[in-house]
């Protein structure tokens, strides 16, 4: 005996071990490498536990503690005092299927071959139920409701001797010893791992079977107790162990730890060293979880979201068209989304004008912090646009102080952007006529400005590696920087609308009232319309009235007709600005009005070229001797003569300032007949 004591803590799992004695003991803590005898489905798992049945459909399983215990003295001798106890664990596969529990059992033989699975748990068969010859003593952990041997319910602990019909059996639970006592119920399946202990007692041949969930202490009163004499019972040897089978349906029954011992209580097992139940199926979440997970998963698809959608829009917001033969013109190439940024996202706020080709918006550069105008303009020719791009670049190359300077362009579908230096005082025509209460020009000013645009014209015309037409020379083209310099503005757009040679398709581009006849009537530009042109400005800012105005009976006529028809009348200074209140230099304005009428000559070869307008303005050339008589009678007439009629009918019907196409302008001659 006392050597048997001496072997405790030989082995890592058996800490004490030895049957044979009156004071036989054993303890498992966890079942690696133990030399526990398995049949059947009964396997180790490699976490240490004890696992008597698999997935399979009615099968068995049993696990024995190898060497039997000796219950009596002698064959004859009464049973002694034993105490058990386990530590177990039952799991359903899914959901609410359950298997057919298990049993802790004291037999006589390890062949239990004989005996049936599904509800006799792998114990009895259907014979040999009840029989003596079974000497059999076991503590069902039941967990399916078997009426044939009379079960109380699906979770229930029995104590059967030689049959499945329990001794006794009761609702699993404990009596709470934290609650004086009183009863706690407890699901035998997926409670986590629990303990039993069964005592019996020689002398009074009671039993006791006591229930708690793992690491609550003993409880004070057992869950079943009963008296049964196991001496008519138990062989004077025996083997220790547990049973379990499965059915239709199976379930998952762990031994975790064992202890027992003879004439003694059995030894404590510590549930720190025992090994973990497996977890089977989804993983238990914690609250937290449960609550944080749905919502931060909501969030993270919410953002993911938020980005895509913010990224396609971006992608669109800032989509451009570049083209190969685009890359030379790299330099002068501005991005859309600095524009974007520029102008405040295109805001109404930044729009300081609309003109005929699109809308002009004030913008701070990025990077330079310079502040431009930005130019939108659409368009649809997908031919022109080279070209335009091209030319857009060589007049970005023009410098001279009185032309507005063109820094570069961006492109997207169907639109263009031209950028411009920004001219602080905005067009001359808000000058003019007093628009956004703007001071009017004095006389002097404005003479400046009609030698300053004679000056870029000049550049464009004459001065630059090539002659470059404006085509659109008017007021609202005529732009004031900071120190109120007149700057030539939107040269080169209409060229945009303006291309191919065939004269169907060939679009006359340019203001109404700016237009001369030749151009109206072979849709060519050259220099000398843009001499007409400028020659109509001249008069515009002398005289402060539109190229076409209206005379006091309301009806339109050309300021170039009023101004000669007042020459006539032998009072030229009646065309001059009545805002000027008088105040001018008679010599000056003279010069002005002549010069406005001799640059929109009908006749292209009567009109001077801009170096001749120069010499005429600095007065190093004077001005040839003109006469009325030398002005015919009216335009209107006079384009009558050419063969063409405009009435002033058609001109009221198209308010100033547009562009139109020769085709639209016969289509209507023809219906003004
Ligand atoms: N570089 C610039 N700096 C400051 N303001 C400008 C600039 N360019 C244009 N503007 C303003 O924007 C307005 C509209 O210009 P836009 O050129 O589009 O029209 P328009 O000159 O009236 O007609 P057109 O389309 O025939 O040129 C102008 O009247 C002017 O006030
Ligand atoms: C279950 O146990 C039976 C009987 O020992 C065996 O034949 C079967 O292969 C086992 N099944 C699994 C899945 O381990
Ligand atoms: C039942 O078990 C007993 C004892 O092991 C055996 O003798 C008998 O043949 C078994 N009956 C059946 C039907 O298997
Ligand atoms: C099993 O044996 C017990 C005791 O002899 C008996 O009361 C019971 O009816 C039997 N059950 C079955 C299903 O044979
Ligand atoms: C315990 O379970 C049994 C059987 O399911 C039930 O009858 C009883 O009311 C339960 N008791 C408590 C306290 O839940
Ligand atoms: C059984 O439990 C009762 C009540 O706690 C106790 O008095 C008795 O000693 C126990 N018997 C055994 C064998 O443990
Ligand atoms: C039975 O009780 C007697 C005294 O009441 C005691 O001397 C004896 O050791 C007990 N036997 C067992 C097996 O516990
Ligand atoms: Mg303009």
Not at 124 to 143: I, P, Q, R, W
Not at 519 to 537: E, H, N, P, Q, W
Request: charged fraction near 20%.
């Amino acid at each position: 005996m006392l050597q048997l004591l001496l072997t405790v803590g030989l082995s890592h799992n058996l800490l004490a071990s030895g049957l044979g004695g009156d004071h036989e003991q054993f303890v498992y803590t966890g079942f690696t490498g133990s030399k526990l005898i398995l049949d059947d489905a009964a396997t180790i798992t490699t976490a240490g536990l004890v696992k008597l049945t698999n997935e399979t459909f009615r099968i068995k399983g049993h696990a024995f503690h190898p060497v039997p215990a000796r219950f009596r003295e002698s064959s004859s001798g009464a049973v002694q005092s034993f105490s058990v106890s386990f530590v177990f664990g039952i799991l359903s596969s899914f959901g609410d299927v359950r298997g057919h529990g298990f049993a802790f059992f004291i037999a006589p033989s390890t062949d239990l071959s004989t005996a049936f699975p599904i509800q006799f748990l792998g114990l009895v068969n259907d014979t040999n139920n009840g029989s003596v010859s079974n000497h059999l003593f076991a503590v069902e952990l039941d967990t399916i409701l078997n009426t044939e041997f009379g079960d109380i319910n699906n979770n229930h602990v029995g104590i059967d001797v030689n049959s499945l019909n329990s001794v006794r059996s009761f609702t699993a639970g404990f009596y709470d010893d934290s609650k004086s006592g009183t009863f706690t119920n407890l699901s035998l399946i997926g409670s986590g791992p629990m303990q039993i202990w069964v005592d019996y007692d020689g002398n009074s041949t009671q039993i006791n079977v006591t229930l708690a969930p793992l690491g609550v202490a003993k409880p004070v009163r057992p869950l079943l107790s009963t008296t049964y004499d196991l001496s008519g019972v138990l062989t004077e040897q025996a083997y220790l162990g547990f049973s379990s089978s499965t059915g239709l349906t199976t379930g998952h029954h762990y031994v975790l730890g064992w202890s027992f011992a003879m004439n003694g209580a059995a030894p404590t097992i510590d549930p720190t060293k025992l090994p973990k139940l497996p977890h089977l199926g989804p993983k238990p979440r914690s609250k937290l979880l449960e609550i944080v997970l749905p919502i931060a998963s909501a969030l993270f698809v919410l953002v993911i979201g938020i980005l895509a959608v913010l990224m396609v829009r971006r992608h669109f917001r800032y989509k451009e068209v570049r083209e190969d033969w685009e890359v030379e013109y790299g330099p002068h190439r501005f991005s859309y989304k600095d524009l974007f940024h520029a102008t405040k996202g295109f805001k109404d706020k930044r729009l300081i004008g609309v003109g005929g080709f699109g809308r002009v918006y004030r913008g701070v550069l990025p990077t330079s912090k310079s502040e431009v105008a930005v130019k939108r303009v659409s368009y649809d020719s997908k031919q022109g646009v080279k070209e335009f791009i091209a030319e857009v670049v060589s007049i970005g190359r023009l410098q001279h102080r009185n032309v507005v300077k063109l820094l570069g362009y961006c492109r997207r579908k169907g639109e263009l952007l031209l950028v411009y230096e920004y001219m602080a005082n905005g067009s001359l025509d808000k000058h003019l006529y007093g628009e956004e209460g703007k001071a009017t020009l004095d006389w002097g000013q404005r003479f400046r400005i009609v030698k300053e645009i004679a000056l870029g014209l000049l550049y464009l015309h004459e001065e630059w590696d090539k002659v470059v037409i404006h085509r659109d020379v008017k007021a609202s083209n005529v732009l004031l920087d900071g120190e109120m310099n007149g700057r030539l503005g939107d040269f080169g757009l209409a060229r945009l609308y303006d291309h191919g040679t065939d004269p169907q398709t060939t679009h006359v581009v340019g203001t109404i009232g700016y237009l001369a006849p030749e151009l109206v009537r072979r849709g060519k530009a050259t220099t000398l319309t843009d001499i007409y042109s400028f020659g109509i400005f001249i008069l515009e800012i002398t005289c402060g009235q539109k190229p076409i105005k209206e005379d006091p009976q309301g009806n339109q006529l050309l300021l170039v007709d009023w101004v000669i028809h007042n020459w006539h009348k032998g009072s030229l200074l009646d065309a001059m600005d009545t805002k000027l209140q008088g105040n001018y230099h008679l010599g000056e304005t003279g010069l002005a009005l002549k010069l406005g009428l001799l640059c929109s000559h009908p006749f292209p070869n009567a009109r001077p070229t801009m170096r001749q307008v120069m010499q005429y303005l600095d007065g190093d050339l004077p001005l040839p001797e003109l006469l009325p008589a030398h002005f015919s009678f009216g335009m209107l007439s006079l384009m009558q003569n050419e063969g063409q009629v405009v009435d002033s009918s058609m001109l009221s019907s198209y308010p100033s300032p547009m562009m139109m196409s020769i085709g639209s302008i016969s289509d209507l001659l023809e219906d003004g007949r």
